[in-house]
């Protein structure tokens, strides 16, 4: 079976601009979760989703992140306005019912400068 | 609040060694543990569950409660081991997991 896809793979931005990550999980996952994992650090929930639903949120800062995932499918991940601090490998995941069976993506690579 | 705690950043064995990455955790309720595995370039990925007590290619995990601990271990490293492993809890609702910072195990021949 196709793997959890994203895009892009490396990004580049300064601070206090915008950027937005792409996930396409596994055909039939129900449950979608964007991981923020900083250099040195292990992966940190920042959302699950539930189909098209928020199941948890509690560590998103959201005054400048966002995240939807429109029909249940592909989610987007937004950045807006970028600080320093978010420099981190944005990753992935979905899984079918088990939370430990959630298969992840590459990782995108966000730089901050 | 629920804590996982991987005290070593980087494990340096030789080949045939034996290994033993620690984990220690802190919650509050009856625990479910595992240990995800990251080879060079490749995706995160599961290894083994605590609940499952198997052993996958030669690793072993065990829970004890009493220490709070779920240190992984190999009677004996192969090169091929050599990867970043992090320990992760589920949260009582077991929708969501908790990862360590992370232990790099490094295996020279």
């Known amino acids: 079976e196709a793997g959890v896809a994203q895009s892009p793979r490396y990004k580049i931005i300064e601070k206090r601009q915008s950027v937005a990550f792409w996930c396409n999980p596994i055909?039939?996952?129900?449950?979608l979760y964007w991981y923020q994992q900083i250099l040195g650090q292990g992966p940190k929930l920042l959302i699950q989703f539930q189909n098209n639903g928020v199941v948890d949120d509690s560590q998103l800062p959201k005054d400048r992140f966002s995240a939807e995932r429109l029909k249940g499918v592909d989610s987007t991940l937004k950045i807006q306005p970028a600080k320093l601090e978010d420099s981190a490998v944005y990753l992935c995941?979905?899984?079918?019912?088990?939370?430990?069976?959630?298969?992840f993506g590459p990782g995108t690579r966000l730089t901050v400068t | 609040a629920q804590r996982v705690t991987q005290p070593e950043k980087l494990l340096s064995v030789f080949k045939g060694a034996p290994v033993e990455l620690k984990c220690n955790y802190s919650y509050s309720g009856s625990p479910e543990l595992f240990w995800y595995v990251q080879y060079s370039r490749q995706r995160l990925q599961l290894l083994l569950r605590h609940i499952s007590r198997e052993s996958i290619k030669g690793f072993t995990a065990d829970l004890n409660k009493g220490e709070t601990s779920f240190h992984l271990k190999k009677p004996f490293a192969q090169e091929e081991d050599s990867a970043m492993y992090y320990c992760?809890?589920?949260?009582?609702?077991?929708?969501?997991?908790?990862f360590g910072k992370g232990t790099m195990l490094l295996v020279s021949p």
């Open positions: 992760a809890l589920a949260n009582s609702g077991y929708s969501t997991l908790t």
């Open positions: 055909s039939g996952h129900a449950t």
């Open positions: 995941a979905s899984s079918l019912k088990r939370v430990d069976e959630q298969y």
